[in-house]
């Protein structure tokens, strides 16, 4: 019933100021957040000298008064993943469902959003006993649609042990260089970096490690402090208990 609470308000404030939320299912509140930030981001790199706060503002009165905003993005850039077992999909079990950038959801709430007609699928399919999705493979340099998917979804954020940018905001880049060291262009050696991180990889003195099948990686500074991170499972890992019955 907590989902029947949807409302738009309107608080007026000092300066001609005013606020403008709006309660919403969280899957619909992220999406239209990404959609926001998105177009604003755009905006941003062709030169404007607007605030990126300023900019997410402006977007949003445009798109809701009917104004063009001056900018496109793919419909990509809406997408919110939601990571559901399939024992929880099948209503044998209500834990293990995580709505991505928000955190844990109740199982009902998730079958709720599963069942939606418009929702639209996509199958990861995750090591049970790590809770890490499987690796795919490509022959080209830039990755394609089915690589950045994969890799986003798997890293969720810039994978340097103390940035937090998102992924889908991040340069997805080689592990071993794709010219000077003949890296292949696959989940298993792409990784995302924000461009910060992106360029000190490749500044000299940086070391930076990371090892997308178990999550963990190390940046090394020219000085010789070496940080380490680990990266969440997208789901926990499934335990084995011998004495358990099969769900069937």
Known sequence: MARAGRRVELDHGPNAQSRLTAELPSEVASACYARVDAMARRLQR????????????????????????GV?????????????PVDAALSMSDSGCELDGYGPIPAA??????????????????????????????SRRRPNAAIR?????????CVVPWCRRPARHCDLDHQREWAADNGPTSAANTA?????????KNAPGWITR??????TSS????????YTGRRRP????KRSDPDEPPPF
């Open 210 to 215: 990371y090892d997308p099948h178990h999550g």
């Open 219 to 226: 940046v090394t500074t020219p000085g010789g402090s070496t």
């Open 72 to 84: 496109r993005v793919p419909e990509a850039a809406a997408m919110v993943y939601l990571h559901m």
């Open 149 to 157: 998917e994969l890799v986003r979804v798997r890293d969720r954020e």
């Open 234 to 237: 997208i789901l926990p890992p």
């Open 109 to 138: 709430v998730a079958r709720e959003i599963m069942t939606n007609r418009d929702s639209t699928w996509r199958k990861v399919i995750c090591d049970p006993a790590t809770g890490q999705p499987l690796d795919l493979g490509r």
């Open 46 to 69: 062709k030169g404007e000298q607007r605030t990126l706060d300023q900019l997410r503002a402006d977007v949003t009165a445009d798109l809701l008064l009917g104004n063009d905003p």
């Open 192 to 200: 995302p970096r924000c461009r910060r991180h992106h360029r000190m």
